[in-house]
């Protein structure tokens, strides 16, 4: 079977909260210079610099985060780092709205459970992956 790469679910606030943080971080120094009587351009335009760091870590998980599922594993990729997951290794998967931290960005997750570990997943084609998983490991649970 091929490799099969899932893109994450994005919700509305999350995606709103990480693209206009950017924008505000960018838009201050400008807004600033603007309304500043004695504010220099190249001030602004040095302080937007320093804070593209900043801009780049808040967007790399909103354009870097996937999941691809091939025959022996699930790889999670978050921006930041890569996870893998042994296909054999998972026993359970469900649906939950958990909000701890995870590599997902939405609150329609997928619990997985493997090694007496648990991951959370948001999936766009939840169907297609059940399928999938299912199809390269029939011995896993999917409560839906």
Do not use: C
């Not at 960018?26 to 900043?54: M, V």
């Not at 594993?73 to 701890?100: C, K, W």
Request: proline share 4%.
């Amino acid at each position: 079977m091929t490799d099969i790469v899932f893109t994450s679910k994005i919700d509305f606030w999350i995606g709103f909260t990480l693209l206009g943080g950017s924008f505000m971080m960018i838009g201050i120094p400008f807004w600033q210079w603007k309304k500043s009587e004695n504010g220099s351009l190249a001030k602004a335009i040095f302080l937007a610099f320093i804070f593209l760091p900043f801009i780049v870590l808040m967007l790399m998980p909103f354009f870097g985060t996937k999941y691809t599922l091939s025959d022996g594993h699930l790889l999670i990729n978050n921006g930041f780092s890569t996870q893998r997951i042994e296909l054999t290794d998972i026993t359970y998967i469900a649906p939950t709205r958990n909000m701890v931290s995870a590599p997902a960005l939405s609150l329609d997750r997928l619990e997985v459970d493997y090694k007496n570990k648990k991951v959370l997943i948001s999936l766009k084609d939840k169907r297609l992956f059940y399928q999938e998983i299912k199809a390269r490991n029939p011995s896993i649970v999917i409560a839906k």
